[in-house]
């Protein structure tokens, strides 16, 4: 038995993205947005959620901020003289707290 179901899209508030997606986002779907810093991923996901969100149908909006690279480089930095200084293993996702 095979039911087809149709999928509802909703307009992002970007026309031209609306037409790229087929007519919007698919209805209860599930959204990653990913690319270079500073290309307009955080205003593109805030313009879409202005355009969408409604007391009926809330927006949630995770944002998950990337360690500058001169950070990564510091904390390997101090990973390394820490490992030539002690006998013990260094975990580098769990920082001193």
Known sequence: ???????NRLATGVPGLDEVL?????????????GPPGCGKTTLAHQMMFALATP?????????????AAEDVALSAAIRLF???SDQPVDPIRQPG
Do not use: C, D, H, W
């Not at 038995?1 to 999928?7: L, P, R, Y």
């Not at 087929?22 to 990913?34: Q, V, W």
């Open 1 to 7: 038995m095979s039911t087809k179901v149709t999928i």
């Open 22 to 34: 087929g007519g919007g986002l698919p209805e209860f779907s599930f959204n990653l947005i990913a």
């Open 56 to 68: 009926e149908r809330p927006a949630l909006f995770f944002y998950r901020p990337r360690r500058a």
């Open 83 to 85: 490992r030539q200084r």
